[in-house]
């Protein structure tokens, strides 16, 4: 783990805000799919 942490961290120190960027942007398509997904099982659930 030592091994991975080292240049890892560089990396992040590197290209932070990119990183971060395109972190918070997976995050918000993530949610926004699980939010689809949810919405459309209430969909199937309604009739019954």
């Known amino acids: 783990p030592l091994l991975f942490t ?20 997976n995050l918000r398509q993530v949610s926004h799919v699980f939010s689809n997904i949810i919405l459309s099982v209430n969909k199937n659930k309604n009739p019954f």
């Open 6 to 25: 080292g240049p890892g961290r560089r990396k992040t120190i590197g290209s932070g805000s990119i990183g971060s960027g395109k972190y918070f942007a």
